[in-house]
């Protein structure tokens, strides 16, 4: 008879029915009782609460090595090395944490003596909520481990949002959150039950998982972008960004104090007029008095409604734009913000700093129909009372269907009368700027080069896109294209 079977019975859970939730304390317990697991906790700032449900299942002596918490900074310190920003809660804290714990575990224990042991290091260094509530709970959770006997160790990396009002419920949560971590690692092979796994027992509007970062034999096979994908499809997060480099990143490391410039489209392939947008918006961005360029930090923004294109995300579709747009050098933003009104409030929790946001007038024409807003007790009113109390520009692009219409810009956008004085606000306060543009390549549609890319219509959207972006679609078969194109 096994632990897994010795357990079910101690705890009459029931092995043939569906599969129930464990508490933290089951799952602490049920990982003390798997002789091969063995380790070290590290925790900081929250205090000890994931240890503190190993101690509490008992039988912890087989499988806890040390627990500690260096919770004065310099103490901290002098153990992990300062950090070049002078942060404590920051992923490279945890990985130094990590690092050093973890190679003392093979330092300090003779391998032999511990055959068949599995080893890992869990270390968090959390920030709660204060008594004033003047911050926002967060923090980095990690979890070295080898998932068989003598393997390469495995890390399992997160960053989360605590939403609770109160720092002894923070507390509890990251708890709970570390628990789960550590069971399911041990007793899950993919990382997206993994991540599924880490709300047991709690709700969704407790905490978000911001980032997610995973490497190791354990998780070979796995694409942390799509991993970052999948935590905005489950809602266990709203956005998730992606630097040039193609690695995901934690939100708040890249947004904190900047002048955001934000482009939203499918970019679905990113086209000459969508990089005529950004440059003509930049270039008016740059301009602005209360704009330093040093400060400005781009975005791409893909929302997940555009992602459903065809009905449901694509994942190889997802990476093809990703790749391309961050092989032109720019970051990347998926989130779950259809309505624009979301998205800078969104964007405003990192930076009070002045926002500019670049659209078609056609998108512009769409965020001033009331039917979005019926969800909202303020209807449209409370949706744009978020927009006139951020320190946020649109730059518009004129918007010309075809060349027999009329071109549309600020001056003759089509609003409804009855939200028309909202325009208006917005316009005589400076809010809404017409950017210059190309016409030439005014009536150039993503949607009209993915047509022409999949019937395989050589010669007629290479133009269309920017420099080196044709060859690399053709190279890599992106967006479905499997045509045989002749070579130049």
Known sequence: MNYLTKFAINNKINMNTKPVILTAGQKALQI?????????????????????????????SGTIAKTMSAYDRNFSDAIYGKEKDGRYVCQSR??????????????????????????FAFADTIATINYDKTNKGHG????????????????FIIHVDLKDQDAKIQQETIGIIGTNLLHACFTEDDPKQILKSLYDNLQKDQFEISTVRVSGPAFENTDNRLLSLFLVKEGMTNAVI????????????????????????????????????????LEEF???????????QILFEITL????????????????????????GYTVMISNYKKYYKLIEYLSQFTKLRMGLILGVDNLIDMFKEKYYRNLNGGIMEAFGVIFTRDIKFYLYPYQPNKDTKLLNSKNVPIHPRVKDIY????????????????????????????????????????MVPKGVASTIKENALFGCVCEFKSK
């Open 32 to 60: 003390n009782l798997d002789n091969s697991i063995y380790g070290s906790f590290v925790e900081t700032g929250a205090g000890q609460e994931v240890a503190r449900n190993f101690f509490k299942a008992g039988s912890a």
């Open 140 to 155: 980095w959770i990690g979890l070295r481990f080898q998932k068989k006997d003598n393997d390469t160790p495995s890390d």
């Open 424 to 463: 208006n606000y917005l316009q005589s306060n400076g809010r809404i700027y017409d950017l210059k543009f190309n016409e030439n390549i005014l009536n150039i549609f993503s949607k009209d080069v993915l047509e022409k890319i999949k019937n395989c219509e050589e010669g007629t959207w290479e133009d």
């Open 305 to 328: 409604s555009n992602l459903k294109a065809d009905g449901e995300v694509n994942n190889q579709d997802f990476l093809d734009r990703a790749d391309l747009l961050c092989s032109l």
């Open 242 to 281: 992606f630097t040039p480099d193609r690695i995901n990143q934690q939100p708040g490391n890249i947004l904190y104090k900047k002048n955001i410039l934000a482009i939203r489209g499918s970019f679905r392939p990113v086209t000459n007029v969508n990089i005529d947008m950004l440059n003509r918006g």
């Open 94 to 119: 945890l990985r130094n944490m990590l690092n050093h714990e973890y190679e003392l575990l093979e330092v300090r224990l003779n391998k032999e003596e511990y055959k068949g042991k599995r080893f």
């Open 286 to 296: 740059k301009n602005d008095t209360k704009i330093k360029e040093e400060n400005i």
